[in-house]
């Protein structure tokens, strides 16, 4: 099998933010990267943020000749946002929806209700498998002060155990996604430690694009500036990531990031910038994989980090499920008086009226209210303590079968 | 490696029925199965329904000395009830939640506050890696009129997958749980098809226990006798699956089912029987796998089948949402219609006071009230719309993937 031919791949990367009624000249912007896909006939299209199932039809329409394989990923209350398209058959799928992914009072962020998630497509070609990943974690909203980074640490946990149980049989795995993270977060350290993916645009041959590679910039029209002020050239938290399993080598021949606008437009295809690899694929014959494991104090370092902050998570989650609580019972204990009062006034017991009866009414409604939403946070971070407590506990056990594992530093 | 001593396993799954204020005599019937466990020492124990932490920690306690390793998987509200307890070091775990799971309004049922899962452990044994699978499936209720179907066969499609996608490395696979299916229901027909899984209780060479390796009986005194009219022997949901990785044999030597009482007490360990398997695992040396492949017809019959099922559910999912959409809808009229008139009486339009405040401010309440109710429910059956589609996405690719193989019949 040595010195088979290479194969080379296309692999196109894309956050298209396209959010229906939200995102702006969003049909255009949609139109605009369905050609692009058409005159250059990438071979994988990993996409994020479709929201719209209408246009990822479009998109099915548009690719029919040059992707004619295509798989949306369905989850939570308006959809994952991913979807795929493949000039060669998909053959399985797989949906794995993270266990936590922000709070649904958060209105203004809203990831709550993207059922944020990894979609993996096993797509084979020239008789190579491929475990092709897609996935867009919780956003950072804040980098100062980021209360989801317990939550975006979980999800870059489940994400590297969901691709390890699930890439055995795979000879090739690719992941492209918006993480959500800068290049040295610990999500993304931890991500790349455990699985041994490598990070196409630090080992690309050639590069071409934003500066850095970064793919959220203050260049785009359609990225706020202001979250983009401590960072002049922009921000890389777009990847594309792989790795080649046992018996095979993947380069990456030429990286490169779209930049400006979108040719013959006045816009960018999306607030986020395209990233657009070639690798080469190639049967080295050698059964033994060719990617250096990781040495187990590296490891260990990277997970410890990421169980601290999961661990600061559950401190706040726990506070946030206390006083809750107490908000509950402090509600129903006001509406147990008022049904207290009510009673003795129907009873006879209270000698006059002792409230209006509008105000008494809209008391208990107001109680009643402020009970059932505090119930619902209740429960709602009583998962989230839940989940936070698995994570923390999946990497204590991590941690102690690595310690008994001789060093292989 | 041909001609390797046979390892002998000693596997032991139940649902333990530990709910707590709910389920009778629960903590002694905890002690009772930690006796047992504790005197037979078993080598894998697989464990659902112990909702509580605390029995989970007892247990752990107890079978220190026996089975020092083990892993309580959360998720939910009030988790997902499964644990595991091993004689050797489980080195890896991961927990998937299935996207469906009954109704949160459905509060007699509440499996959907469970978050109904399965959990992988990875256990090497001799030098064997075992990926050992536990479950729990949504209740059949009424198995005439059985509202759960779909969301079943959902839950059993996304197990077939996950373990399919996850156990390509592993030597063994072992999956025990309540399934909450017949052996000749469509579910776990997809299931065994699928996965290639055998069933211990077809299997075995000796069988010792309840008639027809039933698990739930009329016998227990905890069984709700008007459920198991139609089955004067019992039921049998709760089963020990394998099966033997490429170079690997499993048989089953023999199988068990606990009945009647425990040793010196007066009730049974749970108001399910326990299952019981003695293994016998051995290297073969041979490279192929050892278990046939289902014949493509076969495969192609069932899933088509699961599909008609999701198919129905989606038709059902469809009118709930359609329905729940327009009581939200009509609920904001009334509050709209109301606020029409408030505002008409503050500035004085209407001669007199329209209605009574007091009734005006409830009508407000309970439109208010119906309003979230149906918004709720609509976002609610939303999901469940675009996780069957989802599947039946999934299945539809699947079937597609089968008629263009060559047929191995």
Redesign the interface.
């Known amino acids: 099998m040595e010195g088979d031919p290479k194969l080379r791949l296309r692999v196109f990367d894309l956050n298209c933010w396209a959010i229906r009624y939200l995102s702006k000249r969003r049909q255009e912007r949609i139109r605009l990267i369905g050609d692009r896909l058409c005159r250059e006939g990438f071979d994988l299209v990993l996409l994020q943020e479709v929201w719209s199932e209408r246009d990822y039809s479009d998109l099915k329409a548009k690719l029919g000749a040059c992707c004619p394989f295509s798989?949306?990923?369905?989850?939570?209350?308006i959809?994952s946002g991913l979807c795929i398209f493949s000039k060669f058959?998909?053959?399985?799928?797989?949906?794995?929806?993270y266990?936590l992914n922000g709070y649904p009072y958060m209105l203004q962020h809203g990831d709550w209700f993207c059922?944020k998630s990894v979609g993996?497509a096993v797509v084979k070609i020239s008789g190579i498998v491929f475990n092709v990943y897609v996935t867009h974690l919780h956003a950072e909203y804040c980098r100062e002060k980021d209360a989801y980074l317990p939550h975006r640490v979980v999800q870059a946990w489940e994400l590297l155990?969901?691709i390890?149980?699930?890439s055995?049989?795979a000879d090739v795995v690719l992941l492209g996604g918006d993480l959500n993270m800068h290049p040295q977060d610990v999500g993304i350290r931890l991500l790349r430690c455990w699985t041994g993916l490598q990070d196409a645009f630090t080992e690309t041959k050639h590069f071409e694009g934003c500066e850095d590679g970064c793919t959220l910039v203050p260049n785009n029209r359609f990225t706020v500036k202001s979250e983009l002020q401590p960072f002049p050239l922009g921000i890389r938290i777009d990847y594309i990531l792989y790795k080649a399993g046992s018996g095979f080598t993947v380069k990456c021949e030429e990286l490169q990031t779209t930049t400006g606008t979108a040719p013959g437009a006045d816009i960018p295809y999306s607030d986020h910038e395209a990233v657009m690899a070639t690798l080469h694929v190639q049967r080295t014959g050698q059964a033994a994989g060719v990617t250096p494991g990781t040495a187990v104090p590296a490891l260990v370092e990277v997970l410890s980090e990421a169980r601290t902050e999961v661990r600061v998570g559950l401190l706040a989650a726990r506070r946030q499920r206390y006083s809750s609580g107490r908000m509950a019972l402090l509600a129903l204990l006001l509406l147990l008086l008022q049904a207290a009062a009510a009673l003795g006034a129907l009873a006879g017991l209270a000698d006059g009226q002792p409230f209006p009866?509008?105000s008494f009414?809209?008391l208990a409604?107001l109680a009643l209210g402020v009970l059932l939403l505090a119930t619902g946070l209740h429960?709602f971070h009583?998962?989230e303590v839940?989940?936070l407590?698995?994570t923390e506990?999946?990497m204590r056990?991590?941690l102690e079968?690595l310690q008994?594992r001789p060093g292989r530093s």
Chains 1, 2 share one sequence.
């Open positions: 798989h949306y990923f369905r989850s939570g209350v959809g058959p998909i053959l399985d799928t797989l949906l794995y929806q266990s059922g993996l155990q969901f390890r149980h699930t055995q049989a009866k509008l009414a809209l409604f429960l009583t998962i839940k989940m407590q698995g506990e999946q056990m991590a079968v008994e």
